[in-house]
């Protein structure tokens, strides 16, 4: 974990941080002492979010922004830049639920165009576009740490295909990134959360077949919590991590061992 003392006056991007995972990682980038640009698409809870981190030693301005649409995610990292002079940290999280047949999800021939298209812009094509946007500011700056929520589902086969996929293709995007830009000062990684307890997982309690499925796989015999994960990202970002480059990383209680 790095001290608190490292990450004053260093300035973090958190994409989709009005719950959950993003949530608490803008917490604790703004504990340690960052100043954190935290976006999404609910202006009443990132207003809540502002306030909850008054106190903090750094501080958090939310961006009422959506990561599948361009300009608002351009305008993401420029908002960084004008208002704190630089990007040291991004962790690009956002992403949103979307129920497919009968059972929550659908089989890979029942697809449609429109719904592989909505999988491919929310997890995938969005998340790309943040790095691209979030490498022409660390480039010419030498230094920068940009963490990718890949989910589990981006290590092993998931029920969902186009879901699946499209979090292998943010393995893929980290590890490529990793390559491309070997020695020019930035460092790219992935967490991979299994079951964590947040507003997308909330239902997952009462389905008994799910969490039987579940806790079938983990060591850790409950879901995981929010703090956990940005736990594990703020360490990424930290120079105790410093050696750590394009690895890609299971928090998900053992589910994957």
């Known amino acids: 974990m790095g001290s608190e003392a490292e990450f004053e006056g260093k300035v973090a991007l958190v994409t989709g941080a009005t719950s959950g995972i993003g949530r608490a990682t803008a917490i604790e980038f703004a504990a340690a002492g960052a100043s954190v640009v935290a976006t999404g698409r609910r202006a009443d809870r990132g207003q809540e979010l502002e306030a909850e981190a008054a106190g903090l030693s750094g501080s958090i301005l939310f961006l009422q922004a959506d990561v599948t649409v361009a300009d608002d995610v351009k305008r993401m990292v ?33 697809y449609t165009d429109e719904d592989w298209d909505y999988y491919s ?39 969902n295909a186009a ?35 947040t507003e997308m997982t909330a239902t997952w309690k009462e389905d008994a077949d799910r969490s039987e499925f579940m806790f079938s796989r983990q060591s850790v015999k409950r879901p995981g919590e929010p703090h956990e994960v940005a736990s594990l990202v703020r360490w ?8 750590v480059d394009g690895a890609i990383w299971p928090i998900d209680g053992g589910f994957t061992a």
């Open 236 to 243: 990424l970002c930290s120079d105790g991590a410093a050696f």
């Open 163 to 197: 879901y699946t996929t499209m979090k292998h293709g943010v393995v893929g995007l980290t590890r490529s990134a990793t390559r491309q830009y070997a020695g020019e000062g930035m460092r790219f990684n992935a967490v991979c959360p299994g079951w964590i307890d």
């Open 121 to 159: 812009d929310m997890f995938l094509k969005s998340v790309w576009r943040c790095m691209k946007h979030e490498i022409e500011v660390m480039l010419p700056a030498g230094r920068g740490v940009i963490v990718n929520n890949a989910s589990v589902a981006g290590v092993v086969g998931g029920p």
């Open 78 to 110: 420029d908002t960084a830049v004008d208002r704190f002079g630089a990007l040291d940290f991004a962790f690009n999280n956002a992403g949103a639920s979307r129920s497919m047949g009968t059972d929550g999800t659908a089989r890979l021939h029942e």
